[in-house]
């Protein structure tokens, strides 16, 4: 550390631009001081900064020829204080180009003052003889120590000296300042403050090593802070570059003494602060008392500003007028009283001054005490405290024993034990009541705790008129097995009811109950109603009892049914998982089923004759198209035998009549499905029967759109 000064203070200065020389030198000066190096110019200045009187402080000079040729160097002469050596090469020394030589120079301060000195260098380079110089300078710091006393005056001391500091009372504190100032020329700086003797403290020393600058001082304090009543002694030393500068510190400690009795039955017990006092176990409603005696021991008066006691049950009496002044030797007495509330232990505190007893005192009967084995350790539990249980998963239960001990001296009854909610907790093995446990007794009984969902969870046992929270915290179950869907998927026809079931790839340890969602995405625009479960609607419920793996859907059944409709579409089957108290277990992303219902040719249905006269009748077709598109109908007629008929085929171009249809919104309740009346008029004459229609042997019905032809359906007329 102490280098680092050095070489700061050695680079500041060296980056002061140096005079320029009149000629360009023909030698390079370069100078390393404290483990850095640096290139001067002819007059610069080398600063050379010493850590205190008689210490030195070193550096090197290495002149370097960069001339072609070669110089000689015949003297170096030093001028200026004599605290300045230089070791000097044998003289004359001749260098080729490139040639060193090194000069090494110490700095010895006899004092703190700042010397100067200057080397001179002279040379012959090519019969020409010429100069160059360098500046040294050097400081060095010089301390000088003065001390503060409180409430004094500030006196120059030296190492050895006695720093007095004025009677203490104890626990009090007197503070002196003590200042290291720097004299001299240069920049010091303090290695180590320290204090010894227990009565001694070191305040506000400043972060070392600390530096003094020159013509500075750094200040502290020590504090005299007594322990004890006797005279107390300890050292401060300061660590310098030079050495240690130890002082001497004095003080005397000053303190009143209290000792203190407990006068019980004309017995007196002597008793220190935070010993605790014993006032006995009466029956509740009872009081019990004793005596406090209170003396200086000390060797100077003092003063009991206060006397107060706290806890249920606790009084003073006969208390002296406050405060009240002792003088050494001198004493105070008071009563103490004790007078329970309630059974069991009561603790309270006396304060006398600043001095604490803690207090003890018990009222006699019955006292409950409760406690639980949870993973088996036991646990007790305060009324009002909070029981926590381990951890249980979903589904699953843990259990523990819950105890209530009469450890007072009178026999307890219990009227009841009950839960506020019951849902994630329960009881079990409870004893009849009311329950009688006798001193020393117990009564224990179950909590169960199966949760039915995650996170924390909570519940109030009630013990009588005694409340304990009951915590527990539900984890996740199982991952759900991964499942699969059984029955028809992919491309199915229309107006079909395929069963589908499904099936886990293992038993899952836990009862599940779910639902399938069906969602149908259609392929013309236009959804269909038609599309949902047998039972009606488009969710269905399900459950998987408990390690087992098949779905088991209403009325018991494994299997469901669906209506896949008359509209082109996609059918999804999305399942959803839920273990008891509705924890969700399904997936993230859910495998689902589907089902295609494809766009195809028209598909009839029905075809059905309506006849209105001996030459008209309609032809009805019921039918359905998953495309929702019909262009054409084509109608053939067959004639009876024997009859001829001018028009044994007929082309309808029905589009329009069905994009009108498709487009309404009526038509969205039947899905693709459609009835459609077509209007015949017939003409012409017959040759062995009674009226036009009954020329017709029979009528064939079909329908195409972009996809195709539907099969023909023929139908005759009723005779």
Same mark, same amino acid.
């Given at each position: 550390? *102490? ?21 360009a ?15 001067i ?34 003297? &170096? ?8 050596s230089?070791w ?12 060193s ?54 006196? =120059?001391?030296?190492?050895?000296? %006695?720093?007095?500091?004025?009677? +203490?009372?104890?626990?009090?504190s ?8 720097? %004299?001299?020329?240069?920049?010091? %700086? ?24 020159a013509?500075?001082?750094? /200040? ?23 050495g ?6 004095e ?15 004309? =017995? ?75 059974v069991?232990?009561?603790?309270? %505190? ?9 207090l003890?005192?018990s009222?006699?009967?019955a006292?409950?005490?409760?406690r639980?084995t949870?993973?088996?350790?036991? !646990? ?12 249980a ?10 105890? &209530? ?6 026999? $307890? +009854? ?13 009881l ?11 001193p020393?007794? $117990?009564?224990?009984? @179950? ?5 039915? @969902? ?29 499942? /699969?869907?059984?029955?028809p ?10 069963? &589908?079931?499904? @099936?886990?790839?293992? *038993? ?18 236009a959804?269909?109603?038609? !599309? ?9 419920a ?12 209403p ?9 896949t ?7 999804t089957i @999305? ?15 859910p ?13 009839v ?6 006849q ?13 198209? +998953? ?12 004639p ?60 064939s ?9 539907s099969?023909?359906?023929s139908?005759?007329?009723? /005779?």
């Open positions: 550390m *102490p280098r680092i000064v050095l070489v700061l203070t050695l680079l500041a200065a060296l980056a002061a631009p140096p005079a320029q020389p009149q000629t030198l023909p030698f390079t000066i370069r100078v390393e001081q404290a483990g850095s190096a640096l290139e110019a002819d007059g610069a200045t080398v600063f050379m900064a010493s850590e205190g009187v008689g210490l030195p402080a070193t550096a090197t000079l290495t002149i370097t020829y960069r001339g072609t040729d070669q110089a000689q160097i015949t003297q &170096i002469t030093r001028t200026g204080s004599l605290e300045f230089v000097s090469p044998e003289l004359p020394l001749l260098l080729a180009s490139g040639g030589v090194a000069v090494p120079i110490e700095y010895l301060p006899a004092s703190g003052a700042a010397r100067s000195a200057q080397l001179s260098f002279t040379y012959v380079e090519r019969a020409r003889t010429a100069t160059f110089r360098v500046n040294l300078s050097g400081t060095a710091p010089d301390y000088a120590f003065v001390y503060t006393p409180p409430g004094g005056n500030a006196i =120059q001391v030296t190492p050895g000296a %006695r720093l007095a500091f004025p009677d +203490t009372p104890l626990e009090g007197s503070l002196g300042a003590f200042s290291v100032v720097n %004299r001299g020329s240069g920049a010091g %700086r303090i290695n180590g403050i320290s204090v010894t003797g227990e009565a001694f403290e070191l305040r506000g020393a400043p972060l070392l090593p600390a530096p003094v600058d013509g500075r001082e750094v /200040r502290f304090n020590v504090a005299f802070v007594p322990k004890q009543a006797v005279t107390a002694s300890g050292a401060l030393s300061l660590e310098l570059p030079p240690r500068a130890q002082f001497i510190l003080g005397l400690g000053i303190t009143p003494a209290f000792a203190y009795e407990v006068l019980r039955d004309g =017995q007196a017990q002597a008793a220190v602060p935070s010993q605790t006092i014993s006032l006995g176990e009466p029956p509740v409603g009872e009081t019990v008392s004793v005596i406090l005696r209170v003396t200086n021991t000390g060797n100077a008066e003092g003063t009991i500003s206060q006397i107060a006691v706290s806890g249920d049950g606790y009084r003073l009496a006969n208390l002296p007028f406050l405060p009240a002044r002792l003088a050494p030797g001198a004493a105070l007495e008071f009563t103490l009283t004790f007078s329970p509330s309630k069991g232990s009561m603790p309270g %505190r006396l304060k006398i001054g600043a001095d604490e007893f803690p003890t005192g009222g006699a009967g006292l409950l005490e409760y639980a949870v993973a088996g350790a036991i !646990v007790r539990v305060g009324a009002g405290g909070t029981l926590v249980l381990t951890p998963a979903v589904g699953a239960a843990v259990t523990v024993n819950f105890e &209530i001990t009469n450890v007072g001296t009178r026999e $307890a +009854t219990i009227k009841a034990i009950s839960l506020a909610k019951g849902d994630a907790f329960t079990a093995d409870l004893p009849a009541f009311p329950a009688s446990i006798p020393g007794g $117990a009564l224990g009984f @179950t909590i169960r705790f199966a949760p039915k @969902t995650t996170g924390s969870l909570a519940d109030t046992l009630r013990i009588d008129d005694v409340s304990v929270t009951l915590s527990g915290a539900g984890t996740p179950p199982p991952a759900l097995p991964s499942y /699969r869907f059984t029955g998927a992919g491309v199915q026809p229309p107006r079909a009811q395929p069963a &589908i079931g499904l @099936t886990l790839d293992a *038993p899952y340890p836990i009862a599940i109950s779910g639902t399938l969602a069906l969602s149908f995405a259609s392929d013309v625009f959804a269909d109603p038609a !599309v949902q479960f047998a039972t009606g609607g488009r969710t269905v399900f459950t998987i009892p408990e390690n087992s793996i098949r779905a088991v859907f009325n018991g059944a494994t299997e469901i049914r669906l209506q409709g008359t509209v082109a579409g996609v059918i @999305t399942p959803s998982f839920a273990a008891e108290g509705g924890f969700n277990l399904t997936p993230a992303n495998r689902t089923h589907l089902i295609q219902v494809e766009r195809g040719a028209p598909q249905l029905n075809v059905t004759l309506l209105t006269s001996a030459s008209a009748l309609s032809v009805i077709v019921t039918g359905f198209s +998953t495309a929702r598109s019909v262009r054409q109908i084509n109608l053939a007629f067959a009876v035998a024997g009859e001829t008929l001018a028009t044994t085929s007929l082309t309808i171009n029905a589009e329009t009549a069905f994009d009108a249809w498709y487009a309404s919104s009526q038509s969205v309740a039947f899905g693709s499905q459609f009835s459609v009346t077509i209007p015949l008029q017939l003409s012409g004459q017959t040759r062995n029967v009674t009226g036009l229609v009954n020329a017709i042997e029979s009528i019905v079909s329908l195409s759109n972009a996809m195709g032809s099969s023909q359906v139908v005759a007329p009723a /005779r």
